[in-house]
């Protein structure tokens, strides 16, 4: 280095070396570089200064950077030649404190910073309202839904709905749930936005959406705020989210086929809720696939969730057994669990067994597709648990 060319800030020299003249500074500052001790050069200088302090009397080193926001000359402050120090090797103002790094938290900087952010929250708030604002849309006629459809709306309605009618809240902030599984409500919700049934609002936070190329298109499903994308076909919006959310019994009961096939599957999805539950309080790891779905489906066509529930908890019990006395693999012990369920229901079919019913489990709350489906549309709220298919709509 060439100290001689070297700058220094004498603006507000310490005291300590006050007495000192700048090119003694400068070559105290050299010799310190060259390897010359602490002590010595106290001596030497007539310094007086604990040692571990020496480095931070001498004055700032004016480089030739200058500030981005106040045009002044940046400064350096010297290093300790060992050991940690918490000064960084890096430039900063004086003036407004700015340093140059890659974050610095200056307050032009962190100002900048939210300039810049809120740009580009504006640019995608654009790009919200060019993809998703309802006059973007052509409506979907109330007449044309489905029975499926409308009661995935009323179940979706139901639990989200805001209190001005026009906007339905994130699912993951819903009081209760939507079905009894997430891979059912995921399909619940899937089905409706894949039809453009309810589009994601324009004023969901921005975060429920995901970054880079393909923003704003692909979103998180629970994260999204949702509008209804129907046409009421008497033109009173208000009147068609009322029949929306309480749909009509007569409709459904007109349709004995598709009312046995939502009751099987939310049959199906309460049983796999519950086996599930039973598996965690042991700790035992279960991913139920296909084979789980058949046996389940087989013993729903002869007895009800709340019988499969004493078949579930019997199984269960039994693989719990199996594992400590076996001293099998947990996972291996939550396998046998479906084969069991499968033997012992195959057995309480063939010798007509009665099984007794259990009951709801208190931590596995009824869903709101269960309630609007069993209690709303077929005025029967204890059919969906205690019944079984043939019983469904007599």
């Known amino acids: 280095m060439e100290w001689s060319n070297i700058r220094l800030d004498l603006s507000k020299i310490d005291k300590r070396i006050s007495h000192l003249t700048e090119k003694e500074i400068k070559q105290m500052i050299s010799k310190y570089y060259d390897g010359i001790s ?24 004016i480089t030739n950077i200058n500030c981005l926001y106040c045009g002044e000359n940046m400064v350096k402050d010297w290093k300790a030649k060992y050991g940690y120090s918490d000064k960084g090797d890096y430039s900063y103002c004086p003036q407004c404190k700015h340093k140059d790094i890659d974050y610095c938290r200056c307050r032009n900087c962190e100002e900048l910073r939210r300039d810049i952010e809120s740009r580009k929250e504006k640019r995608k708030r654009a790009q919200l309202n060019q993809v998703y604002h309802p006059d973007h849309y052509n409506r979907i006629a109330e007449n044309d839904l489905d029975l499926e459809e409308k009661l995935y709306l009323s179940v979706i309605a139901r639990g989200g709905l805001t209190e001005n009618l026009n906007t339905i809240n994130p699912v993951e902030s819903f009081d209760r749930k939507l079905t009894p599984t997430q ?22 936070p921005l975060t429920a959406f995901s970054e880079g190329e393909k923003f704003p298109y692909q979103f998180y499903i629970y994260k999204v705020y949702y509008w209804i994308n129907i046409e009421p076909y008497d033109g009173n919006y208000e009147n068609m989210i009322e029949r929306l959310m309480y749909p009509k019994t007569e409709e459904y009961k007109r349709e004995d086929e598709f009312c046995i096939e939502i009751w099987r599957k939310i049959a199906l999805h309460e049983s796999i809720e519950y086996l599930l539950y039973s598996l965690k309080k042991i700790g035992f790891p279960f991913k139920p696939g296909d084979k789980t779905v058949k046996v389940f489906q087989h013993l729903l066509e002869h007895f009800s969730v709340s019988q499969v529930y004493n078949i579930i908890y019997k199984s ?79």
């Open 38 to 61: 602490v002590k010595d050069l106290k001596e030497k200088y007539n310094v007086t200064v604990h040692n571990s302090q020496f480095i931070t009397i001498l004055p700032k080193m």
């Open 183 to 204: 891979d059912f409500t995921a399909e619940l919700v899937k089905s409706l936005t894949s039809k453009e049934i309810i589009i994601p609002h324009p004023n969901s």
């Open 316 to 394: 269960v019990a039994n693989a719990a057994k199996i594992y400590q006395e076996k001293k099998i693999t947990k996972q291996h012990a939550a396998n046998s669990v479906i084969t069991y369920c499968e033997s012992y229901g195959e057995r309480a079919i063939a010798e007509g067994w009665t099984l007794s019913r259990y009951r709801r489990d208190y931590n596995l709350t009824e869903s709101l597709i269960s309630s609007v489906f069993f209690t709303t549309i077929l005025k029967n709220p204890n059919l969906g648990f205690d019944g079984i298919p043939d019983e469904l709509l007599n």
